[in-house]
């Protein structure tokens, strides 16, 4: 049974025990906010979670929680509840973030398609968010397991996440962090529907308003978020990118390194030419090319995606299979991005109790008037204090591209995603901690028992058969072993900047975020080019 003996709320204490944790004097409003428990729900129930569900067996984990298995006492319903740890919310951001995702999830109306939140619970440990099950598994998981797969099932699946785009739009929600990942199946049945399951970046909004922090997933990521300018028509590229991926297995903006990511998606050049690209419908190419149109203004809306005519006639889409290719491809997208997954938060656990420590160090030194606040002047004082050379209107620029309420100051959230990118810590070192954490006999290789005891430590139903894709993958040598350089070249394949923490990610995406408006890249503009 997993889990089954132990609360939610004893796995969130055990979780955050702070190590080696260091009393500060100063009074500010990271260090005011954990001295005091923090209450996140606006509506807390009297009853406890534990009093209403039996917690079975761990289904996963993130950065801020666990999810478990957990069965009603009285009506015997399966359902997943999802604990954060509130020692996890490290700073305002965090807290808006989940109290943000629990009033979407509560705005959005019941459909098919998108997850039901049943139940909120609170303590003094976590927050606790009680969930319609899906055991149904990952979308890409679900096509790579199928026999026969063509246009026609693309169709339907970016049909259905269309819809919920449509939905979230309507309600005025944008959804900011469209992903495969992000859906799951409801159960193992072929007809099984397919739902949304996280809106943990959603953000509410209204008609003309722009938004400016750079949150999401590389690959799925459109340019105008990079530009620091978007408005709900990001979560249509988002969907655009997931079509094009479903049709020929690839992202259509790929590079080997974070830079050269964001200028594809900048530069906007669609690749028609591969296999199965010359096989694939005209309606699917056009749909597609129309869905990543560079322009929000000129994109298609959800309403005008799903009156497509490839949409509208996608029972007469073509039921040729796309061939073993495609199939293949989103095997090892699907694959690879679990290992990837597994290893940053091994990497994302690091970060939150050493070097975020140092950062609050950092941040009490350098908010030399105690009010929770840098202001530029501080920051640059503070800068010159640790040695950084950076110019005025370097760190001008820095407090901008974080700065969420407009003030030309940060607080303590904001201060941890820029100071991560300042202290330019080593990559390296961060991998060599993952690597570590798989190589349990300390010998220097993952072994294919260590990472398939690793994958089942993560709740991976099929971990055999994915130790041995991945080793078909990431052994290069074939030697029946991965060397730390064979699993460094994979994690800085494609997806380098895709590490760690949210803090962490926002402050990559921000920082590269200026270094291409600082070489002229982000001036880009136009339509994207179709390579056909």
Not at 224 to 230: M, S
Not at 502 to 530: A, C, Q, T, W
């Amino acid at each position: 049974m997993g889990n089954c003996c132990r609360s939610p709320a004893s796995v969130a204490r055990e979780d955050v025990k702070p190590r080696n944790s260091v009393h500060h004097d100063n009074k500010n409003q990271y260090n005011e906010t954990t001295k005091k428990t923090i209450r996140v729900l606006n509506e807390i129930s009297k009853l406890k979670l534990e009093e209403k569900y039996l917690i079975d067996k761990e289904l996963g984990r993130g950065e801020f929680g666990v999810t478990y298995l957990c069965i009603n006492k009285e009506s015997k319903e399966s359902l997943a509840v999802k604990s954060i740890s509130k020692r996890k919310l490290r700073s305002n951001v965090d807290i808006e973030d989940v109290r943000r995702e629990v009033e979407i999830m509560k705005h959005l109306p019941q459909n098919s398609s998108i997850v039901c939140l049943k139940e909120t619970y609170e303590d003094e440990n976590a927050v606790h968010l009680v969930m319609e099950l899906c055991e149904g598994g990952e979308l890409f998981d679900r096509i790579v397991a199928r026999g026969h797969y063509n246009e026609r099932a693309a169709a339907s699946v970016v049909k259905t996440i269309v819809q919920v785009v449509q939905i979230c739009h309507n309600f005025g929600v944008i959804h900011r962090d469209l992903k495969p990942e992000n859906f799951l199946f409801a159960n193992k049945k072929e007809n099984s529907p397919l739902k949304a399951i996280d809106f943990g970046l959603s953000i509410f909004f209204k008609p003309g308003e722009k938004f400016s922090e750079i949150v999401g997933s590389p690959y799925y990521m459109a340019p105008e978020v990079l530009k620091r300018n978007y408005g709900p028509e990001i979560d249509i590229w988002s969907a655009g990118v997931i079509l094009y991926i479903l049709l020929c297995g690839v992202p259509p903006f790929w590079a080997e390194s974070e830079q050269g990511v964001a200028q594809a998606i900048i530069g906007g050049v669609i690749d028609f030419k591969r296999d199965p690209w010359p096989n694939v419908s005209e309606g699917a190419k056009d749909l597609v090319s129309k869905m990543l149109q560079a322009d929000p203004k000129l994109r298609l809306t959800a309403k005008q995606v799903l009156e497509h005519s490839w949409l509208q006639h996608a029972k007469k889409a073509p039921n040729v299979s796309l061939g073993d290719v495609v199939k293949s491809r989103l095997k090892q997208f699907s694959v690879m991005n679990r290992f990837k997954r597994k290893a940053l938060r091994v990497i994302a656990e690091h970060l939150s109790v050493e070097e975020v420590e140092d950062i609050k160090v950092m941040f009490n030194k350098i908010d030399t008037d105690n009010d929770g606040i840098v202001s530029v002047e501080e920051l640059k004082a503070g800068l010159q204090k640790f040695g950084s050379q950076l110019a005025e209107s370097e760190v001008q620029m820095l407090i901008e591209a974080v700065d969420t309420n407009g003030k030309g100051t940060m607080d303590y959230g904001e201060f941890v995603a820029v100071s991560l990118h300042l202290q330019r810590m080593a990559y390296d070192e961060h991998l060599r901690k993952a690597f570590s954490y798989f190589d349990k006999d300390k010998n220097g290789y993952i072994e294919l028992q260590e990472l398939e005891d690793a994958l089942l430590e993560d709740g991976t139903e099929d971990c055999v058969d994915v130790a041995n894709d991945i080793f078909q993958e990431v052994d290069t040598d074939k030697d029946g072993k991965i060397s730390y350089d064979e699993f460094a070249a994979m994690m800085k394949t494609g997806t380098d900047w895709r590490k760690a923490s949210r803090h962490y990610s926002r402050g990559r995406f921000n920082s590269l975020s200026i270094k291409l408006m600082k070489d002229g890249s982000l001036n880009m503009g136009g339509e994207p080019v179709s390579s056909t």
